[in-house]
């Protein structure tokens, strides 16, 4: 887990690079969509996850989304966000603001922003590569998340997947999150 301290406006976060917290939730369904783009090789396995703190003055500012993306060799991206409940265990290590209470899982409310944001970012860049891309990690505050807050989570993992974040140091990290919110 690398810490994320200087993103600026208040902002924080955590991110890790193919070592991801254990985080198990029932999976109560799977949205799915699959976009077309350009073959590109891509020969490595990545997993991440990044947990996100956007204001502390805002209400709705907290996610934490965990992906892994297993390259493939046609020309198609296939994502699947798995679902859980609205409620599910409570997670104790978190940078939530301290009066939220923070569950594991990703709400059907959420997961739909989580498909749709990783869908308009894969189709904006040409650069990403085909294969299967899972959200399968997640949290999500009480009171302090929102649609927002996991879009804009969705979208630096995205973006991050294609920048091969595994060679990045803690600076690069720190902008490049940054940059993107």
Do not use: C
Request: charged content about 25%.
């Amino acid at each position: 887990m690398i810490i994320l301290d200087n993103l600026g406006q208040f902002r924080r976060g955590r991110i890790w690079i193919n070592d991801l917290p254990e985080m198990r939730y029932k999976v109560v369904d799977n949205l799915t969509s699959s976009v077309k783009v350009k073959p590109k090789n891509y020969t490595r396995p990545t997993s991440l996850a990044l947990e996100l703190l956007l204001s502390r003055r805002d209400m709705s500012n907290y996610a934490l989304l965990g992906v892994k993306f297993i390259p493939g060799n046609d020309d198609r991206v296939n994502i699947t966000v798995n679902v859980g409940e609205d409620e599910d265990e409570l997670l104790n290590d978190n940078i939530a603001m301290k009066s939220d209470n923070v569950f594991v899982g990703i709400p059907l409310e959420y997961a739909e922003a989580v498909l749709n944001s990783a869908v308009n970012v894969i189709e904006e860049t040409s650069q990403f590569p085909s294969g299967d891309l899972e959200f399968y990690i997640g949290a999500h505050g009480e009171s302090g998340s929102s649609k927002f807050s996991f879009s804009k989570v969705t979208e630096v993992i995205v973006k991050l997947l294609i920048s091969a974040p595994e060679s990045k140091n803690t600076n690069e990290l720190e902008t490049f999150v940054s940059s993107n919110l």
